[in-house]
């Protein structure tokens, strides 16, 4: 064959070898582009509500919404229970529709043993408060104080964010005691006295457990020399004289008990409560 016409046919062939190289090209790009419009939504797709038949918008109280906690209580005049007894905590949310979320509750300087009834505790001051239970809770103290607990609240949301903080003031007064201004009860100065002889007995004896239990029988009907006597028995600096070898005071239970054998006359009592140094 003569190089000119091997040349040519060469020349011919690439020519038409790029020719359908680039028919194809186009093709595939066509059939890409058809695929991915097929397979993509259009961006008005992603803006339009993803609502279905006959379905209703949500309505909730927002996360970012400010919410408004109310005090209970103040210091003159303050929520008042009985130690160990579950009352209604009043819990006051505003606005009223912000109560139907759900809450963590926090309650900083409730005495230990504090117990909220209506919600799951989830901490030894912490409790999670589903929805709407939050103006259904109760609270129970402990024990008995002569002074005031001051508490600290915060309601938190499931995230952790604080949505509101108040405080709350809450008295659980002694035994017998009554409320402010009301008479006092009935003492029956016999029925005392007998009280106390036998509970002097047990504790001459060293059985100050049974001993303690009368002498608040005692004190609650009135008796200001049980009041004290009892307090020695949780006294740090007189346990020793009674003979309760091995048993550990408490200071704040003997000023308690101090403090109620002031309140009923015992002039004694306070400078035990001076020589407690609390």
Do not use: C
Not at 224 to 235: E, K, N, Q, R
Not at 254 to 271: H, N, S
């Amino acid at each position: 064959m003569s190089p000119w016409l091997f040349v040519m046919a060469t020349a011919l062939n690439t020519m038409v070898a790029a020719v359908l190289a680039v028919f194809i090209t186009l093709g595939v790009v066509r059939q890409e582009r058809t695929d991915s419009q097929r397979e993509l939504p259009s961006a008005s797709a992603y803006m339009r509500p993803a609502t279905g038949v006959g379905s209703e918008p949500t309505q909730s109280f927002g996360a970012s919404q400010a919410i408004d906690l109310r005090p209970i209580g103040s210091p003159s005049q303050p929520l008042r229970l009985e130690a160990q007894k579950p009352a209604r905590l009043p819990l006051q949310i505003l606005p009223e529709e912000a109560a139907r979320e759900p809450f963590i509750l926090v309650l900083s300087g409730a005495p230990a043993g504090t117990n909220v009834f209506g919600a799951a505790q989830i901490g030894a001051d912490t409790w999670f408060l589903s929805p709407g239970s939050a103006t259904r809770i109760e609270i129970a103290l402990p024990e008995w104080s002569t002074s005031v607990f001051e508490i600290a609240m915060a309601l938190r949301r499931t995230n952790g964010v604080v949505a509101a903080q108040t405080k709350a003031w809450i008295a659980v007064p002694p035994p017998g005691s009554g409320s402010p201004g009301a008479a006092g009860p009935r003492i029956d100065a016999d029925a005392a006295k007998d009280l106390l002889a036998k509970a002097d007995r047990l504790l001459e004896k060293g059985d100050i457990i049974a001993a303690r239990a009368l002498y608040q029988r005692a004190a609650e009907m009135g008796s200001g020399m049980a009041a004290l006597t009892l307090g020695a028995t949780y006294d740090p600096n007189r346990l020793w004289s009674l003979g309760a070898l091995g048993m550990v005071g408490n200071k704040e239970r003997a000023r308690q008990w101090y403090l109620r054998a002031a309140e009923l006359g015992v002039p004694e009592a306070k400078a035990r409560l001076v020589a407690l140094g609390i």
